[in-house]
């Protein structure tokens, strides 16, 4: 069960890239977000209250579930949708293969763990191999270049992706249940969104097509609601740094998708960017276990 959980998981992650390229429509990307995550929360609510998780959550603990929102589920994604206006999904899932390497760090900043020279080493060889993924546009840098624009946006997104999960391992040391923190946390993220939209001016409008609204089914259902799901059972059974590794296996599968139907290119550059990058992740997590 633990092999087929870990398997649904990276898929599902995995094929969650080429989704989002769907939807970016004429529909403002923070809005079809509040569609994405009003809904995941809904359903998050449902189940936690199944699981007889408790719903009701003391007033002081709110504050962090609304920082979990804004940073995990509002911006982080907010910023990832931009950025795949200008990166083929492919490539974007495999820069948040660092991920893993951030965490570690913020670690060190958060909770006083001691960074050890192979952590350090690790993010170099990363950091190294997106570099060299995106050295054509590096070499040849203008202000209005898209893709580099796409590669900021994307690694501010793995910077707040990882405060929020900072924050998840605080919610989780106050013993909040995961199902119901998911569930305000996505909550707050929406609400966030909405204002976010409002303030920019965005209309709440809706795309009746067929692929926007597979798409958005899609990532509500499969994307946020059953991944989050296997993958917080699958942490369950086999505990969190083993979990982890599903960050290494679903940029694969990403990158695959994205070369069948996104035309990506394959150059001896990027295929060397993307080895490191994601053999940095494998390191780091695979020497950090060890030395636990």
Known sequence: MSGFLFVITVLF????????KFQLTSVAPE???VYRFGAASIIFFFFAALKRQRLKIPFKDHQY???LGVLMFGMNYLLTYWAAKSIPSGLLATIFALAPVVNILFELLFFGRRIEPFMLL??????S????????ELANLTIGNDMLFGLVFCLCAIILFSLGSMVSVRNHAASLP???CNAYGMAYG???LALFAIANGKLFTFDQSFSYIASLSYLIIVGTVLSFLCFLTLMARIGPSKAAYTTIFFPMVALLISTLFENFQWTTMNLLGVMLALSSSLFVMRRSRLSN
Do not use: E, Q
């Open 13 to 20: 992650w995995g094929s969650t890239w080429i989704a989002i």
């Open 31 to 33: 809005v079809s977000l």
């Open 65 to 67: 579930l609304a920082l």
């Open 122 to 127: 690790g993010a170099i060889v990363g950091a």
């Open 129 to 136: 191999g997106i570099a060299i993924i995106f050295w054509p």
């Open 178 to 180: 995961v199902l119901t």
């Open 190 to 192: 929406a609400l966030f």
